[in-house]
DNA sequence: ATTCTCACA
DNA sequence: TGTGAGAA
């Protein structure tokens, strides 16, 4: 195996791997090459708001990192903040409906081999 | 040394 | 969007 293969199976919740690394907003700044102050306003449009430790720093995701470079796409090829958080907002849509319609396929799988 | 919030241009 | 003051 070239690739640590450190991914879970079956999980019980939003606590994956992905989700326990937390950089710090100067380690992510650097990892992106985008200004600290950068990141906040992200926070702030609740774009991309990391969890908050200790002494109310935010601490970064891999998860979030990833949302960021999304984000990072979309604000260079000119959308606004605005614009990205509904870009979002119908992300979460389709990813709902998705799974909606998965359900809704596995209750007629039922119905069709039984039929 | 870092990061935080708030304010300003 | 970037910068700086002042506190943690």
Redesign the pocket.
């Known amino acids: 195996m070239t690739e640590p293969t450190n991914r879970k199976q079956a999980e019980g919740g939003p606590l994956q791997d992905d989700d326990a690394p937390f950089?710090?907003?100067?380690?992510?700044?650097a990892l992106l090459g985008?200004?600290?102050?950068?990141?906040?306003?992200l926070?702030?449009q609740d774009i991309v708001s990391?969890e908050?430790s200790d002494?109310?720093?935010?601490?970064y995701s891999r998860l979030e990192v990833e949302q960021l470079r999304e984000v990072l796409d979309l604000?260079d090829e000119g959308v606004?903040?605005a614009g990205v958080r509904k870009v979002l907002a119908l992300r979460r849509r389709v990813e709902s409906l998705e799974d909606e319609l998965a359900g809704l396929r596995g209750r007629d799988e039922q119905q069709t081999s039984s039929a």
């Open positions: 950089y710090t907003i100067g380690q992510v700044s985008i200004p600290p102050a950068a990141l906040r306003r926070d702030d990391p908050r002494g109310g720093q935010r601490r604000t606004t903040l």
